[in-house]
């Protein structure tokens, strides 16, 4: 069945570096991806998602591309801020959702 | 964006014990409903699709008699624990989709379950 591999964390780095966390997906079919983050106390969130291949989503400085050739779909931001730690979870589907297991993020001044 | 609210979002019961989740959607209407099972370092696992009016579709392995949700109207949807045991102890998540079809997906704040 459909399933999606998330890099284990924690993902620690310190304010203002480069953020890559990794995602591949098996599916049958061409589902959309996405990628959610949870914030301490609050729930799920989406981040931003791609459609078909090749599509980038985009938000508040994260991007990641949907590649068909490498089933990946990797979170990418260029400088991480504080405010950015939370946990991040990639996820496939159309109508119900399957998720990775979810990589936490902790950034430091 | 949408807002989807649980409550509570801490509970602690005895076994044997039902315990209640509430799932509301605030500021708009969904006509369906996830609940998800999500275990420490693991990722959220669908437990069932719960659609107004009507029952709800349980995925494979999930128990219906054990894990009783109702969605009764448009705006909340409840999951029952009944008997819970400590294996029950978990934290479980709901979401609403707005509008039909492919309507974004919001999610609740999460409800941790403890049963001692």
């Known amino acids: 069945g459909d399933s999606v591999t998330q890099m284990e964390g924690p993902v620690t780095l310190s304010e203002e570096a480069c953020l890559t966390i990794n995602c591949t997906y098996t599916a049958t079919g061409y589902p959309s991806l996405f990628w959610y983050v949870q914030y301490p106390g609050e729930g799920l969130q989406l981040l931003l998602k791609?459609?078909?291949?090749?599509d980038k989503g985009s938000n508040k400085g994260f991007e990641a591309t949907y590649r068909k050739e490498t089933t990946s779909f990797h979170l990418e931001k260029g400088s991480v801020q504080v405010s950015d730690s939370a946990v991040y979870f990639c996820a496939l589907g159309t109508d119900k959702l399957i998720f990775g297991t979810g990589t936490r993020l902790q950034v430091f001044p | 964006g949408a807002v989807v609210s649980q409550h509570p979002s801490r509970v602690i019961c005895k076994s044997g014990t039902s315990v209640k989740i509430e799932c509301r959607s605030l500021?708009?209407?969904?006509?369906?409903m996830f609940w998800y099972r999500q275990f420490p370092k693991k990722s959220l696992m669908l437990m069932a699709t719960?659609?107004?009016?009507?029952?709800?579709?349980?995925e494979q392995g999930v128990e219906k008699d054990k894990f009783l949700i109702n969605h009764a109207s448009l705006t909340l949807s409840t999951l029952t624990v009944t008997s819970a045991h400590p294996e029950d102890s978990s934290f479980y998540i709901c979401?609403?989709?707005?509008?039909?079809?492919?309507?974004?997906?919001?999610f609740g704040e999460g409800s941790r379950l403890t049963v001692l």
């Open positions: 719960s659609n107004e009016g009507s029952k709800a579709t349980y």
């Open positions: 791609a459609t078909k291949a090749d």
């Open positions: 979401s609403a989709r707005q509008g039909g079809g492919t309507g974004e997906l919001f």
């Open positions: 500021d708009f209407q969904a006509t369906t």
